[in-house]
């Protein structure tokens, strides 16, 4: 018999507010984190900043310092998946963790870079490696928390925290663990950063309103809006979370994967590719098509990327179920998208209400694709949340009613 992997715990660091409960809040009042910021050698962007982190109160200062800015997100919203799913009576040993970034240490990188280059090779940070390795926020957390399981990283691009949750689902599975803290974090509203995605094309130009700026699956969408955060989950072997009468969020019932294998930044436009990872978590968590009664889409506001996944969900058979992108209230959080939206996914689930997309005023799809535009009651039994990242990675994960 296959291990089953169920959610005991959730927890979320993110511009409309930091735990799952304060999460939800902001997502069902359709409230949005995006505001005007100045960016250093940038100048005016519209962005999804996550708040001032408590990473000092809740880990001491000198433990906090060994941290980047993506690491004290990620060990905060790992602190609060924990303190959600209560006392997992394990030893450390039997705990690991999984996590997902993009751009690792960014804010790191950048200041390294800064004294490297105003003030010379010996004025940079003796923690510039070791905080701006892209493992710094996965070891933010196993150290913060005491996670002597398996550890691992994931860099994935912008599929890195799905990955990193569907990675967790297999050592559970295999028996390496019996709980897992697993998610995204990523914190790259750096000049570097910032410019790189804008010379790319990527980024919105940001006019008008922040708040209306991010619009997935409309017809004015013009790029992504960039934002912080970091989400996770705790994962927990069934039999074990029963036992210890830990309450059930949900089953992370199943989890695929593919790559496009094609260019270098743009999506696949047939949605051939993302429909494979959809199809293989479908039969991962044997779960029917008809069954997902909601899709939190990867929809980042771009052009192409939108119209591809509506393409992916009809190959796989979803054409018709209920889809919104909480990326227009949230902002695209790199790496921390997956852990981010797996929460609000799950949420679903919890709280019997679809969360819906911001800013649709005059959507490009076909009128047969049901985009929730309000927070809708349904009585979920399985949803669906993708995850898709620069060099074509594609992730989709499966929950359903615990």
């Known amino acids: 018999m296959r291990r089953r992997v169920v959610v005991t715990g959730a927890g979320v660091v993110t511009s409309i507010g930091a735990g799952r409960e304060a999460f939800w809040d902001a997502l069902a009042a359709m409230r949005s984190g995006a505001e005007r910021i100045v960016v250093e050698g940038i100048g005016d962007l519209v962005a999804f900043p996550a708040p001032a982190d408590d990473a000092e109160e809740r880990f001491g200062r000198k433990e906090a310092r060994r941290m980047d800015r993506a690491g004290r997100l990620a060990a905060t919203a790992a602190a609060l998946a924990l303190e959600d799913a209560g006392d997992l009576a394990l030893p450390g040993t039997r705990v690991g963790s999984a996590t997902g970034s993009a751009h690792g240490g960014a804010e790191t990188i950048h200041e390294a870079y800064r004294a490297f280059f105003e003030r010379g090779p010996d004025r940079i940070s003796p923690f510039s490696i070791p905080l701006g390795l892209p493992n710094s926020a996965a070891g933010a957390v196993a150290r913060a928390h005491r996670l002597y399981g398996p550890s691992t990283s994931i860099g994935t691009a912008c599929a890195a925290g799905s990955d990193a949750i569907g990675t967790a689902l297999r050592v559970i599975r295999d028996g390496s663990a019996d709980a897992m803290v697993a998610g995204g974090a990523d914190a790259a509203l750096t000049p570097f950063v910032v410019a790189g995605y804008r010379k790319l094309g990527a980024l919105s130009p940001g006019r008008g309103a922040p708040e209306a700026v991010c619009r997935p699956f409309d017809r004015a969408r013009d790029g992504f809006v960039i934002g912080e955060g970091a989400g996770f989950l705790v994962l927990e072997e069934r039999e074990h979370a029963l036992a210890r009468g830990a309450r ?50 990867h929809a980042t506001s771009t052009p192409a990327g939108d119209v591809a996944e509506l ?87 499966i929950f359903r009613r615990g």
């Open 311 to 397: 393409r992916a969900l009809a190959a796989a058979g979803l054409a018709s179920a209920p889809v919104s992108s909480t990326k227009a209230l949230h902002g695209h959080c790199l790496g921390a998208a997956g852990g981010v939206e797996a929460v609000a996914a799950l949420m679903a689930l919890v709280r019997g209400v679809l969360p819906a997309g911001a800013n649709l005023d005059d959507p490009e799809v076909d009128a047969t694709v049901d985009l929730v535009v309000s927070p809708r009651a349904a009585d979920a039994e399985a949803v669906l949340s993708n995850s898709f990242g620069f060099g074509g990675h594609n992730a989709a994960l």
């Open 248 to 297: 059930v969020l949900a089953e992370l019932a199943g989890y695929g994967q593919s790559c496009d294998a094609g260019h270098l930044t743009d999506p696949d436009d047939t949605g051939a590719g993302p429909a494979r990872a959809i199809r293989a978590a479908l039969a991962d968590a044997g779960v029917r098509p008809e069954q997902i009664a909601y899709v939190n889409a």
